[in-house]
């Protein structure tokens, strides 16, 4: 059967630590200048509807580093733009490539995209989940502070995609999850009931960032929120992670943000350019742990 990342706990937890354990290895030998050329003749197609640094640079370069190629394909380059399909898209991509990245919005259509599809599809982000920053998340919070099981980690603002993921990861990692969010901007109530067990809801900051070991963060207003940007700026305005805040934590407390970031909004500069944030950690991790999904999926 063809195995696909959707969702992050689609995944057993002994294979996601196994993706992690690999991804150590694979950054190890990067960072010594060895070759693995695993991937030789295999190619990955990478398609976006939505903007992207870290996920397309992390994976062209990965697909790279292991000998094979990607295919950056925008939507308002191919078909799928104009109306095609996406079973016909789906079933046309798989016959010609080894595996298919897909950036896009909608996350019932990555599984109409699967189900259509005689390769592997990786969700790089879609309205619901954002797996692959939770792999380098876990990845990094391992490299610098060993397990995350029995830990307790907060998260500050929006119940949006990353959060939903964290929600996963909860589960998949065995941590306990506070969720501080606007009253309005709680995640998805299908999420609250599936994970009820691993997380904590809060309206108040403070209270859920209390001697906890992680804290972390994201963007007010996500892609395709551009114009609620305003609005949102005065609903979040309690939902800033700055020095205030890190201080509730435990004093060996980590941050973290997949970015892009807007400092001054949800993170204060002296937090994430601050001594206990990891987001550039996280942000190279992606290339790493990614290597190792592809090497999982593919091989
Ligand atoms: N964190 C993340 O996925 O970044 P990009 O949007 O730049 O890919
Ligand atoms: N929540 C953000 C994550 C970006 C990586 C968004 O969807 O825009």
Redesign the pocket.
């Known amino acids: 059967m063809t195995k696909h990342f959707i969702n992050l706990d689609d995944l057993s937890n002994h294979d996601l630590t196994q993706i992690i354990k690999q991804a150590i290895a694979l950054k190890k030998q990067y960072k010594f200048g060895e070759i693995n050329r695993t991937l030789e003749h295999k190619t990955l197609a990478m398609i976006f509807d939505k ?6 640079v992390s994976f062209e370069a990965g697909m790279t580093q292991l000998g094979g190629r990607a295919l950056f394909l925008s939507d308002k380059d191919i078909q799928l733009g104009r109306g095609e399909p996406i079973i016909d898209s789906a079933i046309v991509i798989s016959s010609m490539v080894d595996a298919i990245m897909l950036r896009i919005s909608s996350h019932k259509d990555i599984h109409t995209f699967a189900e259509n599809s005689s390769v592997p599809i990786i969700n790089a ?1 879609s309205d619901e989940s ?1 797996p692959c ?1 939770l792999l380098a998340d876990m990845m990094t919070y391992q490299e610098h502070n060993g397990s995350i099981a029995n830990k307790t980690v907060a998260w500050i603002g929006d119940g949006n995609n990353m959060c939903h993921t964290y929600m996963q990861a909860a589960k998949s990692f065995n941590f306990k999850l506070n969720i501080a969010t606007p009253q309005n901007h709680q995640p998805d109530q299908s999420f609250i009931e599936k994970y009820t067990n691993h997380i904590d809801l809060f309206t108040d900051t403070q209270k859920a960032c209390q001697a906890v070991d992680l804290v972390v963060t994201d963007v007010w207003a996500s892609m395709g929120q551009e114009t609620e940007q305003t609005k949102r700026e005065v609903v979040f305005k309690d939902f800033s992670v700055n020095t205030a805040l890190m201080s509730k934590a435990k004093p060996n407390a980590v941050f973290m943000h ?3 970031a807007h400092r001054g909004e949800e993170v204060s500069a002296n937090v994430i350019d601050g001594e206990q944030s990891l987001v550039w950690f996280e942000a190279e991790n992606r290339l790493h742990v990614q290597k190792a999904l592809l090497l999982y999926l593919l091989n």
């Open positions: 903007s992207s640094t870290r996920t397309r982000l954002h920053q997949c970015l892009p």
